[in-house]
């Protein structure tokens, strides 16, 4: 089965047209490579899009090749002229774009809107609906971290306050052994002092006893 020539012509789809520019540039970049490493050759490639940007692929130095590249004769002849114009049109596109991104910026902000038409509006408020719900999403969020953040912190401080709750209510109840201990002590210490002083005899009752007995009463 033949394989099937494609017809090389411009590509009118824009979406089709950029999928097609991104594949076959990487492709020329990944062969410029391949040849670069199997042929020790020094490779530089410049392209610039549809739109005017720029993408470059070198093996080295792409500074030193274009140095390399400016300093043969025929070249500077041939090709300053060539590479002067292409960088007006890449200013110009440059230009181009900035002032289109700060018109755009402007009418985002609410400025020189009478110059849109009907649909162009349509574009801008769904456009701006789309960055209104991105910040409502974002806003809430944050919200929502922050509100649990507040709830780990309250947690943490409530762990903490009830710590401190039960280590104060454990020195009050030692300190309130201990004071029973003290009072505990003290009670028992009278109450021998008063059994001593009632199980020891009266000496005076001892001697009129003695006396009694030698007069013969």
């Known amino acids: 089965m033949t394989r099937q020539k494609i017809q090389i012509k411009k590509i009118d789809n824009i979406a089709a047209r950029q999928v097609t520019f991104s594949k076959r540039r ?22 610039f899009s549809a739109s005017g940007k720029l993408f470059d692929y070198s093996s080295s130095s792409m500074h030193e090749l274009l140095g390399r590249h400016n300093k043969l004769p025929e070249v500077n002849n041939f090709c300053q002229p060539l590479f002067q114009q292409m960088e007006k049109s890449v200013c110009a596109n440059l230009r181009e774009e900035f002032a289109a991104k700060t018109k755009e910026l402007r009418h985002m902000k609410g400025e020189e809107l009478e110059e849109l038409g009907i649909e162009e509006l349509k574009q801008l408020e769904k456009l701006l609906e789309i960055g209104l719900n991105r910040v409502i999403e974002t806003k809430d969020e944050k919200f929502l971290k922050e509100i649990e953040a507040v709830k780990e912190k309250e947690a943490l401080l409530t762990k903490e306050n009830q710590r401190l709750r039960n280590q104060v209510r454990a020195l009050n109840r030692d300190e309130q052994e201990q004071q029973a201990v003290g009072v505990g002590g003290s009670s028992l210490g009278s109450k021998s002092i008063t059994s001593n002083s009632s199980s020891s005899p009266n000496p005076s009752s001892q001697d009129c006893d003695d006396i009694s007995l030698k007069l013969g009463l």
Do not use: M
């Open 26 to 47: 990487r492709g020329l970049f990944k062969k410029a490579h391949e040849l670069a490493t199997l042929c020790d050759a020094d490779i530089a490639l410049i392209v």
